[in-house]
């Protein structure tokens, strides 16, 4: 990992080009997902098992798309039983925190104004009808974003919860197929990348069309996603994932360099940041990402992202990490310093803001309770984590007498006449000039 000085030029170039971090424009993966795409609208299921066997070098028949819930069951008997607790577990928590949360959200009432006599307005609240979950199943297995992106959207009372994953050549996991059965998924089919974007935003013989869908993939399925909204909703276009730790040096090196790489490993393109006041430090931190890395897994694929995206960053006090924090916007903010609770009201721009040495962000990733599908990308500046209020729409509904609306008719000419929009006006005046 590079270690920058703030008061340095190398430094100031390295935050502009993370300030230009989103998704970038690349024509050829544009092109190659409009095409895909195309080709599902028009060819259907025939598309799909085309992808399918060129991508993913599986070959499906209409009958097999859908997963049955016999290979539901045999997932449950393949899975050792404490993992399975900790999945149920995982669930509870998840739906605790939004069912409290989204307790103001739920459509459990209209919202009435009846203030003014003659004149009812009221806005209704309602769940979405049907909607789409993209699981990836390339590099790992993610249950946990089964139960991430399904448990809002059953809180909120969607009424069909579909699930898409690339099929994989010894079976999609265990633990993804009984993560979708505890959480209530309708739905699973065996299907990924750009065509299985296509089937749910246009749908095809075996796989109805959705009204929004979620979750994260890689940059054709976020490309494809970009371009099918509009047809249908979606969550966010999300990127690589991010951290950015604040720490004043008094949080053990270990804990730091661990939680550095938790992200790493995701993805050579993750974005690991530390922004520390002692330059001490930051080399502690830096000999114990090397020690840690020299054991794991992915080693390559971490080793990859600290080098080409990674940095450690020298500030000069509290106040100017949180300024740094701010401007790049992390999807993750750990504040590993001292007193986290005055600090982050200062925090403006963060998916998620994590509390003291003691909370890495990877809880917040499996049990905590909260969401891990964040806005990335510096995204977090204008959009939030996904939650119950994604998956509920709002009807504004008017009424008013003969008697309410006459008071209106000289306000309605003024605007119409300023707007140019005669017939507007001439639906107010019919109505209140009739005996």
């Known amino acids: 990992m590079r270690i920058l000085r703030l008061t340095e030029k190398a ?19 544009d092109r190659k997902v409009r095409s895909i795409l195309k080709d599902v609208r028009e060819r259907g299921d025939e598309a799909l098992l085309h992808y399918t066997r060129l991508y993913d070098r599986i070959s499906l028949s209409p009958k097999n798309l859908e ?129 299985a974007i296509g089937a749910l935003a246009y749908g095809t013989a075996s796989i109805p069309k959705v009204d929004k869908i979620v979750g994260p993939g890689n940059r054709y399925v976020a490309c494809a996603k970009q371009i099918v909204f509009g047809t249908v909703d979606i969550d966010m276009v999300a990127g690589p994932s991010e951290i950015v730790i604040i720490c004043d040096a008094k949080t053990p090196p270990s804990f730091v360099a661990a939680d550095l790489i938790s992200q790493a490993e995701h993805d050579e393109m993750a974005l690991p940041v530390l922004i520390t006041m002692s330059e ?47 401007r790049i916007a992390p999807e993750h903010l750990e504040l590993s310093v001292s007193d986290p609770s005055s600090v982050i009201k ?62 209106f008719d000289e306000d309605v000419r003024w605007m119409t006449e300023w707007e140019g929009l005669e017939g507007h006006y001439r639906a107010v005046h019919e109505r209140v000039k009739e005996r």
């Open 11 to 29: 430094c100031e170039t390295y935050l502009s080009e993370l300030e230009k971090r989103a998704l970038p424009e690349d024509s050829t993966t």
């Open 67 to 195: 997963v049955k819930g016999e290979e539901v069951r045999e997932a449950y008997k393949k899975l050792p039983q404490k993992f399975l607790a900790t999945l149920k577990k995982a669930a509870r928590r998840i739906r605790r925190f939004h069912e409290r949360v989204g307790k103001s959200m739920i459509p459990s009432a209209t919202i009435k104004d009846r203030r003014e006599r003659g004149i009812r307005l009221e806005q209704r609240i309602s769940p979405l009808e049907r909607v789409g979950i993209y699981v990836p199943g390339g590099k790992a297995s993610y249950p946990s974003t089964v139960l991430m992106a399904a448990i809002p959207a059953k809180v909120a009372g969607v009424q069909e919860i579909f699930m898409v994953t690339p099929p994989q050549g010894k079976g999609i996991s265990s633990a993804v197929l009984v993560a979708a059965d505890l959480v209530g998924i309708d739905r699973i089919f065996r299907i990924g990348g750009v065509q």
């Open 280 to 326: 001490p430090f930051a080399h502690r931190v830096k000999e114990e990402v090397a020690r840690q890395l020299s054991a794991l897994r992915r080693k390559r694929i971490a080793q990859i992202s600290l080098d080409k995206r990674g940095a450690i960053l020298i500030v000069k006090g509290l106040d100017q990490a949180i300024d740094v924090a701010n």
């Open 346 to 407: 200062k925090v403006k721009h963060a998916g998620a803001v994590f509390l003291g040495p003691y909370t890495p962000e990877a809880i917040g990733d499996y049990l905590a309770g909260t969401n891990h599908i964040l806005p990335t990308a510096g995204t977090a500046r204008f959009s939030s984590p996904l939650g119950v209020e994604d998956f509920l729409k709002r009807t504004n509904v008017i009424g008013f007498t003969k008697r309410a609306l006459a008071p």
